[in-house]
């Protein structure tokens, strides 16, 4: 028998039933659960861990993660003035930030100011124990066209020597349904776990619009039976109805944002069994409309999310009353540091979503949009010994994602800390 570790719980949400259950212990054999109940016995080796005052929960999820950006205040500085090697440096940091917050899992679409392939390496370093962090999903870089949303030398689109300059340094950006075809092959050569395109305009770059199609019909199309024949998944950035209906159609698996949505679109999303990981935070100044806060955003962020703020309220509504299968990811690129996670929680509660449907998103349903669902996402016997606990009411504190309490990851305990301005919110 390896090294046991026996976790009293105060009360327990096993990412499985929709209840917190009391008197719930749990014993770690090693990195994995072996047994967890209301009858467990003690065995006389195993370390006790109490978090009979806390609630206890599978390691927490984050979906939608970049992870390359250091500070939200300098996030377009950091595109042009900092190293790639600095970038790489920053997508650990952010892992072990992440960690400490009790988010044992991350997802990584795309890298917003690097343009290489770091973030595997952090993940393989993870992985094979030299580093410490949270566990990365990626994909190292998006694929996108010109002038897109997923095209960061639109900041010099006046200056088009510059522009082109910058533009052609971007490896994954192109045109034409061959270019995507062997773009697909490149990323996964490089080991990315998934695909990600930037399908069509978005918030947060200067001179495009969430309600464009950035890539054509043939484009990603190509892209996506490419990458389904290699044995990967795709995953798209999207808004507006009619752009989701095409790319379902299409055969996508997953759907970044969707905040533009109709009910008969997420139906159609249901049906063909996508997922939809719609990022609140990012919207959430319009959505809950604060004129004061919105003005902590970008000055292009700004006036999108004043111009589209009534169709922003109703595709909430639609995503709070669908059925279909949702992840919870943060896309944190403004207003909060990417690696504070909790806030999501806050967003969603705030919406009026039920408690059990968000730790659903964040516990098991992630697990299973990463395609990790056998290893973790659930507290029960054979699955990696990813834990988290909580100091608030996982069911009445819209903060209770920004105070851990307690964090292990794979059978190790490691320090945690809450979300810096938490009194302040």
């Not at 719930?24 to 990195?31: A, G, N, P, R």
């Not at 490896?171 to 069509?200: C, H, P, Q, Y």
């Not at 039976?225 to 997953?254: M, Q, S």
């Amino acid at each position: 028998m390896g090294k046991l570790t026996y976790i009293i719980c105060g009360k327990l949400y096993d990412g499985i039933d929709q209840e917190l259950k009391e008197n719930q212990k749990i014993l770690v054999e090693d990195d994995k659960i072996a047994a967890v109940g209301s009858n467990i016995d003690r065995p006389e080796s195993a370390k006790v861990i109490d978090l009979s005052n806390v609630t206890v929960t599978p390691g927490m999820i984050d979906a939608h993660m970049h992870m390359d950006n250091l500070d939200w205040h300098t996030i377009r500085q950091e595109v042009y003035y900092t190293s790639e090697e600095r970038k790489t440096l920053t997508i650990l940091r952010t892992a072990q930030k992440c960690l400490s917050r009790g988010f044992t899992t991350v997802r990584h679409p795309g890298g917003i100011t690097s343009n290489g392939f770091g973030v595997l390496d952090v993940r393989d370093m993870i992985n094979e124990g030299y580093l410490t962090g949270s566990r990365i999903v990626a994909a190292a870089r998006l694929i996108c066209t010109a002038g897109s949303h997923g095209d960061l030398s639109q900041t010099f689109a006046r200056r088009p020597e510059f522009s082109f300059a910058v533009q052609n340094m971007i490896s994954s950006l192109g045109a034409g349904k061959d270019f995507f075809v062997n773009a697909v092959r490149e990323e996964i050569k490089a080991g990315a776990d998934f695909i990600k395109i930037m399908a069509t305009g978005g918030f947060f770059t200067p001179y495009d619009n969430p309600y464009q199609q950035q890539m054509n019909d043939e484009e990603m199309e190509a892209v996506i039976r490419t990458a389904h024949e290699w044995g990967k998944t795709v995953t798209t950035h999207v808004y507006r109805a009619d752009h989701i209906r095409k790319l379902v159609g299409f055969g996508i698996d997953g759907l970044e944002h969707c905040s533009l949505i109709d009910e008969e679109t997420a139906e159609m999303v249901r049906e063909a069994g996508a997922y939809i990981v719609p990022t609140f935070c990012p919207y959430e100044e319009a959505v809950h409309y604060d004129p004061v806060k919105i003005q902590t955003k970008q000055p292009e962020f700004r006036r999108k999310l004043e111009f589209y703020k009534d169709a922003l309220q109703a595709g909430r509504e639609v995503i709070k009353n669908c059925k279909c299968k949702l992840g919870y990811g943060t896309d944190q690129v403004a207003t909060h540091q990417n690696y504070e996670s909790g806030y999501e929680y806050k967003a969603w509660m705030e919406s009026g979503i039920d408690p059990y449907r968000i730790l659903e998103a964040a516990t098991r349903i992630n697990a299973e949009i990463l395609q990790l669902d056998d290893k973790i996402g659930t507290i029960e016997a054979g699955k990696l010994a990813d834990i988290s606990a909580w100091n608030r009411d996982l069911l009445t504190d819209p903060k209770a994602l920004m105070d851990c309490a307690f964090v292990m990851k794979e059978g190790v305990v490691y320090p945690t800390e809450i979300c810096e301005d938490i009194d302040e919110e």
